[in-house]
């Protein structure tokens, strides 16, 4: 398979693509796309790195399990609800671990909940920026920064992978890092 150009491709045609030859390649680009606004989104609902990690995780395997028995249109708006909901039973099942009461003062208090909406608003709108930002940067950075802050790939393994030198995959890293703050940066 030729997956070079696929950074082209729409999430529609990837889609297409998968359901054509059943290759999970293309179910990856695509997920590849998304998963920092998809941790970002588990971090929002589950306040735990590590859980969130995880999460996203089984929401890969979710999507690949699920994916040919919806009619996908909007896959970014899909694959967003499918881990909300992940993400929303998850607590659900913690809540009824732990039985927590719930603190009706919180609840009652209009001003604590409006607070929290819109923290959670400001935490989407980052975290969409982050994903533009992300996708401007040239593809060494994107790929040496999604494999070290993503999926906590070492930079030697990272040099392994790519084929970059470790030089190469430190420098990619920085660069992209700072790269990366001054994109958010215009964003606001």
């Avoid at 729409?10 to 990856?28: M, P, V």
Wanted: with cysteine; net charge positive.
């Amino acid at each position: 398979m030729n997956y070079k150009n696929s950074r082209e491709l729409t999430d529609e045609e990837l889609l297409q693509r998968y359901k054509a030859d059943e290759d999970s390649n293309w179910i990856g680009i695509l997920f590849d796309r998304y998963a920092i606004l998809l941790l970002g989104l588990c971090m929002k609902y589950l306040k735990n790195e590590e859980d969130a990690r995880d999460s996203v995780q089984q929401i890969f395997l979710k999507v690949l399990a699920e994916i040919n028995k919806h009619q996908v249109q909007f896959f970014r708006a899909w694959i967003y609800m499918v881990a909300k909901n992940y993400c929303l039973m998850q607590l659900r099942h913690k809540q009824q671990v732990r039985q927590e009461e719930v603190n009706e003062n919180h609840l009652n208090n209009p001003a604590i909940a409006d607070e929290e909406k819109a923290k959670f608003i400001e935490k989407d709108i980052l975290l969409e920026n982050m994903q533009q930002a992300l996708e401007q940067l040239n593809p060494d950075q994107r790929i040496c920064l999604k494999l070290f802050y993503l999926q906590k790939v070492s930079y030697q393994d990272i040099a392994t992978r790519t084929g970059y030198t470790l030089l190469q995959v430190k420098s990619y890293i920085q660069n992209g890092k700072r790269n990366l703050k001054q994109l958010l940066s215009k964003h606001g």
